[in-house]
């Protein structure tokens, strides 16, 4: 059965690597139930048969080996084992009077499938168990995030590969249309595929009942349904670029430490914000150097010499935000109460913030 955990209060300060410990301290599983054992089926296999298939057209493929291994030696690693399940493997067998004894090793995936679907022990806490599992799928997905985002960044090098070739004389090329529609063909299949993915696991985490949400690397507590899906689904993946790196681990910091009951979630949702605004600055050359403070580069984004990014009224509002909700954050309370909001304002700052990056990048 799954708890309800939004009302938990435990510190947490920092966001650590794998789901099993940024939520150790907040209960969401009080028993392990056959809904679980599906998920957990369910999402090995979309690991197992759409990031990283063992084989290929019937062959090993030594690349998933080496991916399936990297995962396994990473989760390993965290939960403070040598190995996931037993690799070696020796068995005794007889041939007429003699017993002889085969020997061997399994592949890495083999040893990850053994621990993600060893059956479920009444004397481990279901929480610990199924949090595991989902660091293993978290993982998994994060591995395959940094290849898609290598892919892209790699991108322009491999359509300037595509073009150096199509200009060598006599070159045979076979492919309809040309080498470089192939390889961004190839490139935007491959983003496709794990937009996919993601997806399913997404859906599956809401078949399953799970307040849930994989995002850009992590794992994270979703909002409500409409919420994720108006304004957080379409922000991830527009601060999924490296551009927006600041922008996109702020804001988990943010959630994180609202799910957590960690202090000032909203300190670093604003964070978020103005790192978005500054980039733009940036990025637009409206920087000169003196701004002093958020309230300058908003200014810069509301310039009439600069093509109003914003209107006034916009200016106005993010300022205030900043003054009212930013502010009293960024500086010590000295002999004052510490500053402090409610979760429902909590969860409003973290929205506002969400809303106006995804306005912002989208007027690009």
């Known amino acids: 059965m799954l708890v309800r955990y939004r009302s938990i209060r435990i510190i947490r300060t920092m966001l650590t690597d794998i789901f099993a410990y940024r939520y ?68 005794p067998y007889k041939r007429g009077q003699n017993t002889y004894y085969h020997s061997g090793t399994n592949p890495w995936n083999s040893v990850c499938e053994k621990f993600v679907y060893v059956d479920y022990e009444a004397n481990i806490p279901a929480d610990e168990f199924i949090k595991e599992r989902l660091s293993f799928v978290e993982i998994a997905f994060r591995e395959r995030g940094n290849d898609m985002a290598a892919a892209n960044a790699g991108l322009p090098r491999e359509i300037l590969k595509a073009k150096a070739r199509m200009a060598i004389k006599g070159a045979n090329v076979r492919l309809p249309g040309s080498l470089v529609d192939g390889v961004k063909a190839n490139n935007r299949t491959f983003n496709d595929a794990f937009e996919a993915s993601v997806n399913e696991l997404n859906t599956r985490f809401r078949h399953a009942g799970y307040d849930l949400n994989y995002h850009n690397g992590f794992i994270q507590i979703a909002a409500d349904a409409k919420v994720d899906e108006q304004i957080e689904t379409p922000f991830w993946a527009l601060v999924a670029d490296q551009k927006w790196q600041n922008v996109d681990t702020d804001m988990k910091e943010a959630l994180d430490l609202r799910d957590s009951g960690g202090r000032d979630p909203s300190w670093h949702a604003a964070k978020a914000l103005e790192s978005t605004i500054k980039i733009i600055s940036d990025t637009k050359h409206w920087t000169h150097g003196k701004e002093n403070g958020p309230h300058n580069f908003i200014e810069n984004l509301a310039n009439k010499k600069n093509g109003r990014f914003i209107d006034a009224w916009e200016m106005d509002s993010l300022k205030q935000f900043f003054t009212d909700v930013r502010r009293p954050f960024g500086h010590g309370a000295g002999s004052d109460d510490m500053p402090k909001l409610n979760d429902q304002q909590t969860n409003w700052a973290i929205e506002f913030c969400m809303t106006w990056v995804k306005s912002l990048i989208e007027r690009m």
Do not use: C
């Open 24 to 91: 150790a301290d907040v209960p969401m599983w009080d028993a392990f139930t056959e809904r679980d054992r599906r998920f957990i089926v369910q999402s090995f296999r979309i690991v197992a048969e759409q990031l990283f298939p063992p084989t290929v057209n019937g062959k090993k493929s030594d690349w998933a080996e080496a991916k399936w291994k990297l995962i396994h030696d990473r989760l390993s690693t965290e939960l403070g084992m040598v190995e996931l399940s037993k690799r070696a493997y020796s068995y």
